[in-house]
Every structure is written in C-alpha cells, then in structure tokens.
C-alpha cells in the first residue's frame, strides 16, 4: 500500500484553508493504475473547509493537531514540519510519499512511485513542475523548486524536495528518532545517507506547483518568513561566531542566489524565455528572502511562539491577529 501525508503549507501569511488542499485531493483520486493508497491529512484546529472536504472524501484520513509546539499566528513555517512528522507516525503503507496542499500530482504519480520503489532504494525524489502560467507564480516556483523542475538528472542523488518524496517504509522506521517530532528533509536525507541507503531522483514521477491567487505582497512576506525561519533553524545548529558571519555576508546572498538560478535556468533550457519575463518579481522575491536570512541569523530565532493564537485554534475560533 502507498501511504501519501498532504501537508497544508498555504498558511504561511494567513489563516489556514483547504483552497490548495481540494484540488489535490481531487487529483489523488484519478490517479491513473493507481495501487492500494490511504490519504492522510494532518492539520490545524479551524482549517476552513475541513468538514466539507470529510464528507466529500470519506476515505482520507484527516488528523486535526491542536498541541503543535512552532504555530504562530503572525506567519511561520516551522509547523509544517510538525505536521508532516505526526501525518508519517499515522502512516500504514509500504511506501510513504510525502507532498503539499498547493501540489497536483500527475495522472500516473501514484504508479511511477510504486514502480521506481522496486529497485532497492530507500527514498524517490520527483520532478516539481510550475502549473500556473503567470509570471508571479513563474516566479515563486522559480524560487521553490527550479533545481527540481525537468530536465531531472535520474539516479542516485543528496537531495529531494518534501514536496515530492516518497520512502519505503522500514527505511523511514529505522531512523524515527530523526523524524519523530518534526521532519526536516535534509536530516531525514542525511540519516538514511549514513545508514548506506540510497536515495534517488526520477523525471517521471512529476507533481505540479498549484499555487492560486498569489499576490506579491503575500509572496513577498512569505518569502521573509522563509528566509527567516531557515536562517533561524541554520542558527540554532551553529555557534554565535557562524551566527555572525552568515549576518555579515547576508547583504550579498541576492546576487548569489539569482547567479545560480540564472545559470540552473540556462542549463535547463527549458523556460528561459518566461525566467526573463518573471525576472523582476523573481528578484524581489529572492531579496525579500535574504532581508528575512539576515534578520534570523541576527535574531537566531524565527517568529516566537504564539501560544495565545494556538490556544484560540484549538478551541475552533479564530486566531487573534
């Protein structure tokens, strides 16, 4: 059986909704050849449009979480994590994928995963591909997951986005002390790495960023928020002498980063002609995450904890502001 966690990652600048999340589900649900699969949904107290989507999806399995430990109200990515981790401990399949609400798989998804899974490896990356043909989601997606978008380098490879990832099972069980609490994709990565288990990219497994209604200043919080709770997770692993210098040379990360998407975007070929159209907000995207980095790495911590806004969630209400 092929257990699939839909994370609800949308919530980033908002309150959490199912407006990513129903037509993922609907595509879960057409899957072409697909194998024996449960659906798991694991998210926050209030999610609006919950009720309606159990009734119209009796199969999945949606688990409301009310005791997440990073939820914060103002904006905050930290519970994704969360999420995902208590999604997997529900988990019953012989394979375990792992995707986000705003993701649509493709007709054949389900089978490819299924397939690639009978070489011996321990986890499958797929390919991330842009679903909405506007240059701000162009954009986003260019700053998400270009290093995923096809031409994908099949094989063995470090790295798999948890937006499209699946593992076997008893590779996941063996390193659950890793996961247990949050899963952060590069440490579950590393561990299996360590292990001598291999991980691997596949083309063919393809998913595609949905994102709708975006709006620049939406996306540009988003960004910052990002960019802060990465350099805050970068911080809490490293001493204040690391801190320090990441915060120094943070004012150069926006040339850095649009130098490497500019020469990954070459190398694919593919889309160079709507990379130079979405040029402009993609700049101001990758600069709103570096103010965001810098900030973390000043800091050393993400958005504090909002407990009274968790609290407020957990009883169904809304979050105060």
């Given at each position: 059986m092929l257990s699939v966690v839909v994370a609800i990652v949308s919530d980033t600048t908002g309150q959490p909704d199912t407006t990513h999340l129903e037509p993922c589900l609907a595509a879960l649900a057409r899957q072409d050849g697909a194998p024996a699969m449960e659906i798991i949904v694991a998210h926050l107290p209030g999610t609006a449009g919950i009720a309606g989507l159990r009734d119209r999806h009796p199969d999945v399995v949606f688990k409301e979480v009310s005791d997440l430990r990073t939820y914060n109200s103002g904006g905050g990515r930290e519970h994704h994590d969360e999420i995902r981790a208590r999604g997997l401990a529900l988990a019953r399949g012989e394979i375990i994928a792992l995707i986000e609400d705003h993701g649509i798989p493709a007709r054949d998804w389900s089978s490819k995963i299924v397939e690639r899974h009978r070489q011996p490896i321990a986890a499958l990356g797929g390919a991330i591909e842009n679903g909405v043909d506007l240059p701000l989601n162009w954009a986003v997606y260019f700053c998400d997951f270009q290093r995923y978008q096809n031409p994908l380098p099949a094989g063995e490879s470090s790295i798999a986005s948890d937006a499209n990832v699946s593992y076997k099972r008893s590779a996941l069980i063996a390193i659950q002390p890793v996961w247990r609490e949050v899963f952060h994709e590069s440490a579950v990565n590393s561990a299996l790495r360590s292990r001598g288990e291999s991980l691997a990219l596949a083309p063919d497994v393809v998913l595609y960023q949905n994102r709708q209604g975006l709006r620049l200043s939406s996306a540009l919080k988003?960004?910052?928020?990002?960019?802060?709770?990465?350099?805050?997770?970068?911080?809490?692993?490293?001493?204040?002498?690391?801190?320090?210098?990441?915060?120094?040379?943070?004012?150069?990360?926006?040339?850095?980063?649009?130098?490497?998407?500019?020469?990954?975007?070459?190398?694919?070929?593919?889309?160079?002609?709507?990379?130079?159209?979405?040029?402009?907000?993609?700049?101001?995207?990758?600069?709103?995450?570096s103010l965001?980095?810098?900030?973390?790495?000043?800091?050393?911590?993400?958005?504090?904890?909002?407990?009274?806004?968790?609290?407020?969630?957990?009883?169904?209400?809304?979050a105060p502001s």
């Open positions: 988003e960004r910052f928020v990002w960019g802060r709770s990465y350099a805050a997770t970068r911080a809490e692993l490293a001493g204040t002498f690391h801190r320090m210098f990441w915060a120094i040379f943070a004012p150069v990360l926006p040339v850095l980063i649009m130098a490497r998407m500019i020469r990954m975007s070459l190398a694919k070929r593919r889309t160079c002609g709507v990379f130079i159209k979405a040029l402009p907000l993609t700049a101001a995207l990758v600069v709103s995450w965001g980095e810098f900030v973390g790495y000043v800091t050393g911590r993400a958005n504090p904890l909002d407990t009274q806004a968790m609290e407020a969630i957990a009883r169904g209400s809304k």
